[in-house]
């Protein structure tokens, strides 16, 4: 090989990590800046007393000793279980159907409408909602009446909230994740699916055989980025809590509490103690799902 071949042959390996450098630069000043700055800044309130003195766990226990604490958990963890279950198994169902459909316009414009609630900020999804919700406004009336009472008093009660918040939150965030499955569904080599078949294997087979198995990644990583955004609950229940006259209290929520205690009770530091919980609790769950589903194994 002459040297300009081998110069030649050398360049790729030695530009791509560059360029990928550059290519992740943006995320990486912006995830500094807006991630691990404010957590280290939260680290140090948590821990500190208002006069800046180190306080141990102090405020990690006087925050889980509110009345209020405990009852904001069992809402946030009772709201994340009925998300993550619903998510998954109507993504992937949803991601299936279309998957399997002949015509391509048909699975493009379901696609499109798919994704088309996701383009709505969190507050105009809520306020589209609290609209649904209504009784005597909601074009599905009968559903709602059905389902959770005659009026808007009735239908929020604390009691609904959670199959609330599970349909707000999937009418919002599970197209885009029905258009990523998708894509992945496309990914799996036809080859596979035609051995299947010829093992006799019908649909529901190889759904379950072959092609969930190999979404295996793609759900972990679902899973952990939707977990992570359940544990912010704050814009729907705060929202309704104005619009219910006072029915749902503004402490639903872990985050609406710690809103409470840095802004209503001027305790920055019992605020960033909750956040920390929250943390700790987001970052060890997600430590399971990326054991259990072996998201960074090599295939």
């Not at 009345?67 to 998954?88: I, M, N």
């Not at 499109?112 to 900020?121: C, R």
């Not at 009660?157 to 894509?183: D, N, Q, R, S």
Request: aromatic share 14%; charged share 10%.
């Amino acid at each position: 090989m002459t040297a300009a071949g081998a110069h030649a042959g050398s360049r790729p390996r030695s530009w791509r990590p560059a360029a990928g450098h550059v290519f992740v630069s943006g995320y990486v000043v912006l995830l500094v800046a807006f991630g691990i700055v404010p957590t280290v800044y939260a680290l140090n309130l948590a821990f500190t007393d208002a006069d800046g003195r180190f306080a141990g766990f102090a405020n990690f226990v006087r925050t889980a000793q509110d009345y209020r604490f405990l009852a904001a958990v069992g809402h946030v963890g009772t709201y994340l279980v009925l998300w993550l279950v619903t998510l998954t198994v109507l993504v992937l169902v949803l991601a299936l159907l279309v998957h399997r459909l002949t015509a391509a316009w048909s699975r493009a414009a379901l696609r499109f409408v798919y994704y088309v609630p996701g383009a709505l900020a969190g507050a105009s999804s809520v306020l589209l909602w609290l609209f649904m919700l209504d009784p005597s406004v909601s074009p599905v009336d009968g559903i709602v009446r059905t389902l959770w009472g005659s009026s808007f008093v009735a239908v929020v009660a604390p009691g609904h909230l959670p199959w609330i918040f599970t349909i707000i939150a999937f009418w919002t965030g599970a197209g885009g994740w029905i258009v990523v499955m998708y894509g992945a569904l496309n990914s799996i080599p036809h080859e596979i699916i035609e051995a299947a078949r010829v093992d006799g294997a019908g649909p529901v087979r190889i759904a379950l055989r072959v092609q969930l198995p190999m979404l295996r990644k793609w759900i972990v990583y679902m899973l952990i980025l939707s977990l992570a955004a359940g544990t912010q609950l704050f814009v729907e229940p705060q929202l309704i809590s104005q619009a219910g006259f006072g029915v749902v209290g503004t402490d639903y929520s872990l985050n609406q509490l710690a809103y409470l205690y840095a802004f209503d009770q001027n305790d920055f530091n019992g605020s960033a103690a909750i956040a920390i919980d929250l943390l700790i609790v987001a970052l060890c769950c997600a430590g399971f799902f990326v054991a259990r589903g072996g998201l960074f194994d090599a295939d």
